[in-house]
């Protein structure tokens, strides 16, 4: 009987690689560790980011006990290069800035008709083509009136809401200057979009211990009242300080949370009333703390018309729309946003009668206060 050959392609079992063995558990541990290591370093800056924008308290101190070495040897090693390189490719560059620098209130003397902080003699004028550009922004709360705002403008032929949008940023303010730093963030608008005017609104997420430059708490004691009026100034200092722009700072409303709202943002809408009235003509405070209020205390409802939110908190269209009227209302008052309406109809176009002129001549008209021929 001969015998049967194995096909030529065909490896012997003998001669199969042997099976690998699994790595003892200990290496895996070891491998996850540098992984997790490795992996770290790479994110560090947005891990530190993340720590420092937990609420303040135990978790937000631990958070950042580990975070902030991290970061620090990530800097050192330069391994921090490769992710802002991806956010700079990814049009992301600077998300994970932390700046915590607060600006100071200029100091002028408030009797020297020649600072900054002295109402102008005369409002400006503006005109359909020379237009009052608006930028408006804030917290959650500056988003549904400002879009009423948005809506509104064009009535008015004379107002350009710079991008046609609203620059919202959710849960911020001036307590937590790591979270958004707003007063870097306006001269980052002023450079880019140089605007006339500027409407914010804060306040509703400032009740709270403040951190960043100058930080402290408890919330309501002296020294939070004293940091909070620097921070309050000197953001008011950053828009107006040169005399080329005019701030509209919109207060925080009553909430259903009444208790909240009388013991907090009462303290916090004083400040923004008492350093407004420091630099008159150039920042206007405005108040709505007791326009959402019926019969003395918080309602959902003004005349029949639902105002708020289910949350207690928001506005509704109908609401954001009373908020953008009562803008547009003290913007009248400090600008002239209407004289250029009377010049226009003055400079009517108009024909006016001429000589009969020879064959191939063109007659001369006046149209818009202009000669043309």
């Known amino acids: 009987m001969s015998t049967a050959t194995r096909p030529p392609h065909e490896r012997h079992p003998s001669a199969r690689t042997p099976r690998r063995r699994p790595l003892p558990a200990g290496h895996v541990l070891v491998v996850m560790l540098v992984t997790a290591l490795v992996g770290g370093l790479l994110n560090a ?3 530190r980011k993340t720590a420092n924008g937990q609420p303040v308290g135990i978790r937000r101190d631990v958070a950042r006990f580990f975070a902030e070495p991290l970061y620090d040897i990530s800097h050192a090693l330069r391994m921090d290069q490769f992710r802002r390189a991806l956010q700079a490719l990814s049009g992301r560059s600077g998300d994970d800035d932390i700046n915590t620098s607060l600006p100071d209130p200029i100091e002028v003397d408030r009797a020297d008709p020649t600072t900054s902080t002295t109402r102008p003699a005369r409002k400006r004028s503006f005109t359909p083509a020379d237009p009052l550009v608006v930028w408006i922004g804030g917290d959650s709360l500056a988003i549904t009136p400002g879009e009423s705002f948005v809506n509104l403008a064009p009535s008015t032929e004379v107002i350009q809401v710079v991008g046609d949008r609203v620059d919202g940023q959710v849960a911020t303010g001036l307590a937590r200057p790591e979270v958004f730093n707003w007063p870097a963030h306006i001269l980052d608008v002023i450079a880019q979009d140089d605007p006339d005017a500027l409407v914010i609104t804060l306040g509703s997420n400032d009740d709270q211990t403040l951190t960043g430059e100058g930080g402290v708490g408890p919330f309501g004691s002296p020294a939070w009242i004293e940091e909070y009026r620097r921070r309050v100034g000197g953001m008011m200092d950053v828009v107006t300080g040169d005399g080329r722009r005019t701030l509209f700072w919109i207060g925080a409303p009553i909430m259903r949370n009444e208790e909240r709202s009388e013991t907090r943002y009462r303290i916090i809408n004083d400040i923004y009333r008492e350093e407004a009235a420091k630099r008159p003509g150039r920042v206007f405070y405005i108040d709505i703390y007791d326009r959402f209020t019926e019969n003395g205390g918080y309602a959902d409802f003004i005349g029949g018309v639902q105002v708020r939110t289910p949350d207690g908190v928001h506005f509704t269209r109908e609401g954001g729309d009373q908020i953008a009227q009562v803008v ?24 006016t009668a001429t000589p009969a002129t020879s064959a191939g001549s063109r007659p001369a008209t006046t149209h818009a206060g202009r000669r043309t021929g």
Do not use: H, K, N, V
């Not at 547009?328 to 024909?351: G, I, K, N, V, Y």
């Open 328 to 351: 547009l209302d003290q913007m009248r008052e400090a600008f002239d946003l209407t004289s250029w309406r009377e010049t226009a109809r003055t400079t009517a176009p108009t024909t």
């Open 45 to 47: 800056a947005g891990i």
